[in-house]
């Protein structure tokens, strides 16, 4: 697979940038596009991912939903927290810009999407979460999954990449570059994290439709 449809274009938070990611999202199923946040922003949301691990207060993730819900580090490493607006002026710029890209695809896709739901996520070294899709199997609303990287100076060996398993296309893999972001359609996309040989924190979300 070639890798036309990514780019290194700045500003991609912008109306440019809004019109790559649905272009590539409607073309392919995913996106992935370099410098969606400023470096100033991806570094205070970093500091305060970094801040939540070191306090203790992230929360090892789970996975499914209702009775089903449970811990399984094996399955899925991360350790979450759950992003509330007015939590820190970071914070509540991220959720701003993602309101902007919401409204930029209900517009360019007739998604209908009504709500953004968004965690810090903290991988530590060796941690990964295994093959799976975002819809939970009793609750469709997750259409559109965002993960936007923090992680200064990533380099191709500390590993950590998103491997997106595209239906009949093989894999494609996005290194957790800071600043930059992946997006996919939740039902379709097969994916998983692979282990790194540091820390990687993101910020993991999913805009959902009401069902
Ligand atoms: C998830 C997930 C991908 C990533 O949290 O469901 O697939 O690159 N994250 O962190
Ligand atoms: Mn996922």
Same mark, same amino acid.
């Given at each position: 697979m070639n890798r036309t449809h990514s780019s290194a274009h @700045? *500003?991609? @938070?912008g109306d440019e940038g809004h019109r790559r990611i649905l272009d590539a999202l409607h073309d392919h199923g995913w996106s992935e596009q370099d410098n969606f946040l400023s470096p100033e922003l991806t570094l205070s949301l970093a500091l305060e991912c970094a801040a939540l691990a070191a306090a203790g207060t992230l929360a090892l993730a789970q996975i @499914?939903?209702? #009775? #089903?819900r449970s811990l399984q580090p094996n399955v899925r490493g991360d350790r979450i927290h759950w992003l509330e607006a007015g939590q820190s002026e970071a914070c509540d710029s991220y959720l701003a810009i993602m309101e902007t890209l919401r409204i930029a695809l209900n517009r360019g896709l007739f998604l209908g999407l009504e709500e953004y739901e968004s965690h810090f996520a903290f991988y530590a070294p060796g941690d990964s979460y295994l093959q799976h899709r975002d819809q939970f199997r009793h609750d469709d609303s997750r259409t559109v999954s965002v993960v936007v990287y923090l992680n200064a *100076?990533?380099?191709?060996?500390?590993g950590g990449e998103l491997r997106l398993h595209p239906e009949g296309l093989g894999i494609w893999d996005i290194s957790p570059v800071g600043s930059r972001i992946a997006v996919f359609l939740s039902a379709d996309m097969l994916h998983e994290v692979l282990p790194a040989t540091r820390d990687r924190l993101s910020l993991t979300g999913w805009f959902r439709r009401r069902t």
């Open positions: @700045s *500003d991609a @938070s @499914s939903q209702g #009775a #089903a *100076d990533w380099l191709p060996e500390h």
